[in-house]
T-cell receptor, first 114, second 112 residues
Framework: DGGITQSPKYLFRKEGQNVTLSCEQN?????MYWYRQDPGQGLRLIYY???????QKGDIAEGYSVSREKKESFPLTVTSAQKNPTAFYLC?????????????FGPGTRLLVL | SQQGEEDPQALSIQEGENATMNCSYK?????LQWYRQNSGRGLVHLIL?????REKHSGRLRVTLDTSKKSSSLLITASRAADTASYFC????????????FGKGTTLSVSS
């Protein structure tokens, strides 16, 4: 099966704890993205990476960190500096075909604070 | 920096009726896309319309784009209960180093 996977489906974080959300794709896409979605809201971009070993901050990067050591993987760490981490986190990957980009999304990880 | 703004925020219709959602954006785009999200799931790409296109069809979906008004509409004809979902527009400026920008979405509820 080709696709994009996220794990875990649910994640609980204690005060002061860093947690890492996994995102893996086997679509051979160069670009990968992390979004945060709050109830009834749209998607806000946290970080994105258009090539291995390179990434850029999105609109709400504070309190988050990422790495892109492999093309297939783009893990997101929610650090203790992120004071309101409860949200639904979506990972996506994309390719450009004749200048047009389409994003493919994973199933999401719901992060809850204990 | 959300560029797309969907209207209405929520829409409730009966099965068999048509559903129309609108999206407005602020800057020049290369294309505009519509995505669908079932509750608690990831987004799924529905349709892409290029900036030089005015209308596009895919099954029961019809998308229009008016670049002079910086707006797009998504029409779902003969709606079904399974169409119940949130629908998002996303704009692509096709500039190096930029990403798609998503709106806040329209939540569609189709009752049988």
């Amino acid at each position: 099966d080709g696709g994009i996977t996220q794990s875990p489906k649910y994640l609980f974080r204690k005060e002061g704890q860093n947690v890492t959300l996994s995102c893996e794709q086997n679509l051979n896409h160069d670009a990968m993205y992390w979004y945060r979605q709050d109830p009834g809201q749209g998607l806000r971009l946290i970080y994105y990476s258009q090539i291995v070993n390179d990434f850029q901050k999105g609109d709400i990067a504070e309190g988050y960190s990422v790495s892109r050591e492999k093309k297939e993987s783009f893990p997101l760490t929610v650090t203790s500096a992120q004071k309101n981490p409860t949200a639904f986190y979506l990972c996506a990957s994309s390719y450009r075909d004749r200048g047009q980009e389409t994003q493919y999304f994973g199933p999401g990880t719901r992060l809850l604070v204990l | 920096s959300q560029q797309g703004e969907e209207d209405p925020q929520a829409l409730s219709i009966q099965e068999g009726e048509n559903a129309t959602m609108n999206c407005s954006y602020k800057t020049s785009i290369n294309n505009l896309q519509w995505y669908r999200q079932n509750s608690g799931r990831g987004l799924v790409h529905l349709i892409l319309i290029r900036s030089n296109e005015r209308e596009k069809h895919s099954g029961r979906l019809r998308v229009t784009l008016d670049t002079s008004k910086k707006s797009s509409s998504l029409l779902i004809t003969a709606s079904r209960a399974a169409d119940t979902a949130s629908y998002f527009c996303a704009t692509d400026a096709n500039q190096a180093g930029t990403a798609l920008i998503f709106g806040k979405g329209t939540t569609l509820s189709v009752s049988s």
